[in-house]
């Protein structure tokens, strides 16, 4: 899961890409509104954290205009200022939540997760898939109800997949939503990837569809190859 972060203070800016790399996410960081503006209107992201009160062009103003655009990223509001006035413009302008300032880091990862997971068409913040389950609360991934222990990556690609199971995902798309900006990209390593999280996996779960992708599905049963 890629996500882009728009913030104009650095500290605060430092301390939310820290927390949200460490829960395992791909994070682009945004330091005005011009540049934030920039790179959600061209790169694809699970969501967007966007600060209100941003130089060079405000939050609210951004954000109706990737609405304009069609851009229907999920987008979590971050307001300074605790007026309502400010969460009801943020809504109005296409915000799918806010967190006010000052806030409890735990908080926002748990309203990422959360809007991530319902532009995915989850409800629930566990999904399974056969005998495959992530918490995506805990960063917890079983088979079987046994836990398996993967690396950042290695849980990043798997969530990915997991959040779109059932629809064929293409290389370039995993790449996209599995590295940042200036991430040296290169969609052979997807394979690599998913070869070595078929292995810990250990049960035939990643379908590979020839020449489109990838497909999170269980085996249908009986069902010759
Ligand atoms: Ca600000």
């Known amino acids: 899961m890629r996500l882009l972060l728009v913030e104009d203070d650095q500290d605060l800016n430092r301390q939310l890409s820290t927390a949200l790399e460490k829960a395992g996410y791909a994070v682009d960081r945004a330091h005005d509104g011009e540049e934030g503006a920039f790179l959600g209107e061209t790169e694809p992201y699970d969501?967007?954290?966007?600060?209100?009160?941003?130089?060079?062009?405000?939050?609210?103003?951004?954000?109706?205009?990737?609405?304009?655009?069609?851009?229907?990223?999920?987008?979590?509001?971050l307001t300074a200022r605790d007026r309502w006035n400010d969460k009801v413009q943020a809504f109005d302008a296409g915000a799918d939540d806010y967190v006010t300032k000052p806030f409890h880091m735990e908080e926002v990862l748990a309203r990422v997760r959360a809007v991530v997971r319902r532009a995915a068409g989850h409800?629930?913040?566990?999904?399974?898939?056969?005998?495959?389950?992530?918490?995506?609360?805990?960063?917890r991934v079983t088979v079987n109800g046994e836990a398996i222990k993967l690396t950042s990556h290695e849980y990043r690609l798997?969530?990915?997949?997991?959040?779109?199971k059932g629809r064929i995902v293409s290389r370039v798309e995993l790449t996209e939503h599995m590295y940042d900006q200036d991430f040296d990209r290169d969609s052979n390593t997807i394979e690599v990837f998913v070869g070595r999280l078929r292995k810990k996996l250990g049960?035939?779960?990643?379908?590979?569809?020839?020449g489109l992708g990838y497909r999170m599905e269980p085996p249908v049963a009986g069902a010759t190859a």
């Open 158 to 164: 798997l969530a990915y997949l997991m959040h779109h």
């Open 123 to 139: 409800a629930s913040s566990t999904i399974s898939c056969g005998p495959v389950t992530i918490d995506t609360g805990a960063g």
């Open 203 to 210: 049960v035939d779960i990643i379908q590979t569809v020839r």
């Open 47 to 77: 969501a967007v954290i966007l600060d209100l009160g941003l130089p060079l062009k405000d939050g609210v103003t951004i954000l109706q205009d990737w609405r304009k655009a069609g851009r229907t990223m999920p987008v979590i509001a």
